[in-house]
């Protein structure tokens, strides 16, 4: 009997035993899992990160504040704009100075007037004028008198009143008055003076001191430096009047020195100034300077520009925008469909269905009035979104809502 209880109490130890090793096993195990839940995981490179989607669905209110067109094609000229000076065209605008020197006795015209071609500009006191005038009387006073000689001779001449020699000289005598008078007239006359007043100075006996200057061509007192009793010499700085063409401006303007082969003779300009923001003055390139100036590396290109109504002033800061070449079609949309990322990417929206859009990446070229140019990214046909793409973009960045 104690035996028997002696068996059952080894039995029941046993028992004891295998429970206390269980559970420490159990216990083991489950510490060991909930370390394993502790530490990081190793994450899949592919999907660790989840890419934001690019695509967008609209609702049909949505909708409304979008525009969608096909992608087509558009005109782009090269253009190059620079920016430059308004000025007098040097080669329409004449320095008026007297042929002779003298002191100016008066002046009829002012700074701004117009004037027309020939029109009298100011008269001078020449002593040159004066001696050939003199000159001029004395040549007919002296014509007048071997005349009379002569005709005096030819009568004597008839009657056996004179010698052959006597009337020969006579003869010779009128002959070379004849010339003198000629070339005083012919003196005279490259001042200016008309036959007709020579000959009133010669019925008078009186010379008339005022040389008169003319406008060499027609168009606006420009420039004024002679006021009365003022002497002037020809080519002697300043010139009392200065007369312009002001129909015609120049535009002055640099241009970087690599771009120098891109501009030739006779190209379109369009010229802007502040003065007329709306108008578009009209021109060509009509001369490329041969030097660069080594400060700025810049050459000065000039431009012809119509100026019929005398609108432009010199000294006007313009813009300036250069027709390189003629336009070339090419793929192209709407510049308000393209959006600049914050990366700097340029995207836009396309679509298939007019509902989804998808943001593709776009690489843009010229632009050209409300268009852009589209190198690579889309193709003709393909419908993209032309005006609200923006706000889709914004859509895209907007975080998810609640």
């Known amino acids: 009997m104690e035996r028997r209880l002696s068996g059952k109490k080894a039995a029941s130890m046993a028992g004891a035993l295998l429970a206390l090793v269980?559970?420490?096993?159990?216990?083991?195990?489950e510490s060991h899992s909930h370390a394993n839940e502790s530490k990081p995981q190793p994450s899949n490179p592919a999907t660790a990160t989840e890419q934001p989607s690019t695509t967008v669905e609209l609702t049909p209110s949505q909708l409304g504040t979008i525009k969608i067109a096909p992608v087509g094609t558009y005109d782009f000229p090269l253009n190059k704009e620079t920016v430059g000076n308004i000025s007098f065209a040097d080669?329409?605008?004449?320095?008026?100075?007297?042929?002779?020197?003298?002191k100016i006795i008066r002046c009829f015209a002012e700074l701004g007037d117009q004037v027309k071609k020939g029109q009298p500009l100011y008269t001078i006191e020449s002593p040159d004028l004066i001696q050939a005038e003199s000159n001029l009387i004395g040549a007919a006073a002296a014509l007048d008198l071997t005349s009379k000689e002569l005709d005096r001779a030819?009568?004597?001449?008839?009657n056996s009143g004179v010698s052959q020699r006597e009337y020969e000289q006579a003869v010779s005598d009128q002959q070379t008055a004849e010339g003198a008078l000629r070339a005083a007239r012919d003196a005279v006359l490259v001042f200016g003076k008309s036959d007709t007043e020579m000959d009133q100075m010669i019925a008078s006996r009186k010379i008339d001191p005022a040389l008169v200057v003319l406008s060499p061509i027609s168009g606006e007192v420009t420039g004024f430096d002679g006021p009365a009793g003022l002497l002037v010499q020809p080519g002697n700085?300043?010139?009392p009047f200065t007369v312009t063409n002001v129909s015609i401006k120049w535009m002055l303007a640099g241009v970087i020195e690599s771009e120098i082969p891109l501009f030739h003779l006779e190209q379109p300009v369009e010229v802007k100034v502040m003065a007329y923001p709306d108008r578009i003055f009209h021109g060509t390139v009509s001369k490329i300077y041969a030097s660069v100036d080594p400060d700025t590396h810049r050459a000065t290109l000039r431009s012809e520009i119509n100026d019929p109504h005398n609108e432009l002033r010199p000294g006007m800061l313009a813009n300036f925008i250069i027709?390189?070449?003629?336009?070339?079609?090419?793929?192209?949309?709407p510049a308000n469909g393209v959006v600049r990322e914050a990366?700097?990417?340029?995207?836009?929206?396309?679509?298939t269905d007019r509902r989804h859009f998808s943001q593709r990446v776009v690489k843009i070229g010229?632009?050209?009035?409300?268009?852009?140019?589209?190198?690579?990214?889309?193709?003709?046909?393909?419908?993209?979104?032309?005006?609200?793409a923006v706000f889709l973009s914004n859509m895209l960045e907007a975080p998810p809502s609640d």
């Not at 269980?22 to 195990?29: E, F, I, M, P, R």
């Not at 008026?96 to 003298?102: A, I, M, N």
């Not at 070449?325 to 793929?331: D, I, L, N």
């Not at 990366?343 to 679509?351: I, Q, S, Y």
């Open 91 to 102: 080669d329409h605008s004449v320095q008026v100075f007297p042929s002779y020197q003298g």
């Open 343 to 351: 990366d700097g990417t340029m995207t836009a929206w396309v679509t």
């Open 154 to 158: 030819k009568e004597l001449d008839g």
């Open 22 to 29: 269980l559970g420490a096993v159990l216990l083991k195990s």
């Open 366 to 388: 010229l632009r050209f009035n409300d268009h852009v140019e589209i190198l690579d990214g889309l193709q003709p046909g393909e419908l993209v979104v032309t005006d609200g």
């Open 237 to 239: 700085p300043p010139a």
């Open 323 to 333: 027709h390189v070449r003629k336009p070339v079609e090419a793929t192209a949309m």
